[in-house]
């Protein structure tokens, strides 16, 4: 069995009055067990150069692998200028903006037909070319069949 | 102008090869280098009923200064120990009660997406766009028992 473990810390001097600091950390398992996930996609580096909306993890199946099971994606702008970013959507809605050196870790339900994963650069990231990394760690996922 | 730091580190031995993820970000205010200056506070829920409640209402309570121009970071993590309870996280219409739409196809006039699934000491970390009501962020508890959210938006 594979261990992963994921940390966050988030810490101010000077947000509020007294200093912040903020830890979680958390192995990840699959779905409603103490099992660690036991794959991933690896971490994909991108280079995009125009403002199309992509799918990093595709339009899932009406009965996708993964749905129902536990899965993590990341997502990083490795861009340096802070006035280029990137929206990260999921199935056409929004969730956020990440400009340069922002990344995001959240859970993946992979919901048939309506999770599909998107980036889109802006228009001065992708007028100057931006880098984007990316990864999922599952216990499920659908790929693309031969068929496709 | 404050400096917010958060780092992320992710080690795993899923492959052979191992993964290691270590970044940090500096939160900043919308293609600035200015510092997000506003935060809601650690906010702890407790929760007891299998309905989808709202965390964040677009345009309304403690975030009513967030729009669709401003940046904004959201923390949520499930501090319950059970690891086969979970809450459902979403981005959806709201209704402004504590009660919403379930999850519908895209289209649908009370749409709404499901992002993911927090287990027991699970945490996320989004951005998060208030452009419209779509962009509610609600949960939904797996169980009807006692269950306990803690979450925090730092904003523009």
């Keep these: 069995m594979a261990t992963t473990t994921a940390s966050l810390t988030i810490t101010s001097a000077d947000l509020v009055g007294d200093a912040l600091s903020l830890s979680s950390?958390?192995?990840?398992?699959?779905?409603?067990?103490?099992?660690?996930?036991?794959?991933?996609?690896?971490?994909?580096?991108?280079?995009?150069?125009a403002t199309t909306q992509l799918d990093i993890f595709p339009v899932l199946p009406a009965a996708p692998a993964g749905q129902n099971l536990q899965s993590w994606v990341y997502i990083c702008n490795k861009s340096l200028d802070e006035t280029e970013f990137?929206?990260?959507?999921?199935?056409?809605?929004?969730?956020?903006?990440?400009?340069?050196g922002d990344f995001m870790w959240f859970p993946w339900s992979q919901i048939a037909q309506k999770a599909d994963i998107e980036i889109t650069p802006s228009s001065g990231a992708a007028a100057a070319g931006i880098h984007v990394d990316y990864t999922c760690m599952h216990q499920g996922i659908t790929y693309p069949t031969s068929g496709d | 102008m404050a400096t917010i730091n958060a780092t992320i580190s992710v080690s795993s031995d899923i492959t052979g090869y191992g993964t290691q993820i270590n970044n940090s970000m500096t939160m900043t205010k919308a293609g600035t280098v200015a510092g997000l200056e506003q935060a809601t506070g650690l906010?702890?829920?407790t929760l007891t009923s299998l309905n989808e409640v709202d965390l964040l209402v677009v345009g309304a309570g403690v975030v009513e200064d967030v729009t669709a121009t401003k940046a904004a970071k959201l923390y949520i993590k499930n501090v319950n120990s059970d690891s086969s309870e979970f809450f459902t996280v979403g981005l959806g219409k709201s209704s402004g009660t504590s009660t919403k739409q379930a999850f519908a196809v895209s289209g649908d006039a009370n749409r709404c997406v499901e992002l993911g699934r927090l287990y027991s000491g699970d945490w996320m970390i989004i951005p998060?766009?208030?452009?419209?009501?779509?962009?509610?962020?609600?949960?939904?508890?797996?169980?009807?028992?006692?269950?306990?959210?803690?979450?925090?938006?730092?904003?523009e």
Aim: proline share 1%; no cysteine.
């Design chain 1, 86 to 100: 990137i929206t990260v959507s999921i199935a056409a809605t929004d969730i956020g903006l990440l400009y340069a």
């Design chain 2, 128 to 155: 998060w766009v208030a452009a419209s009501d779509e962009h509610d962020v609600f949960v939904k508890p797996s169980v009807a028992t006692t269950m306990v959210i803690e979450y925090m938006v730092f904003f």
């Design chain 2, 43 to 45: 906010v702890r829920k």
């Design chain 1, 25 to 49: 950390t958390k192995e990840l398992h699959k779905a409603g067990t103490t099992v660690g996930l036991d794959q991933t996609t690896g971490m994909a580096r991108v280079y995009l150069t």
